[in-house]
Nanobody, 120 residues
Framework: QVQLVESGGGLVQAGRSLRLSCAASGSIFSINAMGWYRQAPGKQRELVAHITSGGSTNYADSVKGRFTISRDNAKNTVYLQMNSLKPEDTAVYYC??????????????WGRGTQVTVSS
């Protein structure tokens, strides 16, 4: 009953920007924390950015100063603004959302991922 849909990925040159979006829909009562993870070829999935319901954020050291996470609670959407992209940012980016559904259950949901490729 709940799904997450990511968008905004693509192929860009180093130094350019992209903005990722993740919209949650379905049987949602409330959303808690939201975040973005990424997985590059041959590497483990890692946390990129995280934002709490109160707006507190944290970032991986590798993206601090370049990426910004934000949320629009009215739209059940989380964004990741990615500036000054580097080839090492190339990965599949996954949205993660913790929420309470209309049945009263708290669960963690994952999007299917969106590819970001940064060329040199």
């Amino acid at each position: 009953q709940v799904q997450l849909v990511e968008s905004g990925g693509g192929l860009v040159q180093a130094g350019r920007s992209l903005r990722l979006s993740c919209a949650a829909s379905g049987s949602i009562f409330s959303i808690n924390a939201m975040g973005w993870y990424r997985q590059a070829p041959g590497k483990q999935r890692e946390l990129v950015a995280h934002i709490t319901s109160g707006g507190s954020t944290n970032y991986a050291d590798s993206v601090k100063g370049r990426f910004t996470i934000s949320r629009d609670n009215a739209k059940n959407t989380v964004y990741l603004q990615m500036n000054s992209l580097k080839p090492e940012d190339t990965a599949v980016y996954y949205c993660n959302v913790g929420l309470v559904d209309r049945g009263g259950y708290y669960r963690d949901y994952w999007g299917r991922g969106t590819q970001v490729t940064v060329s040199s």
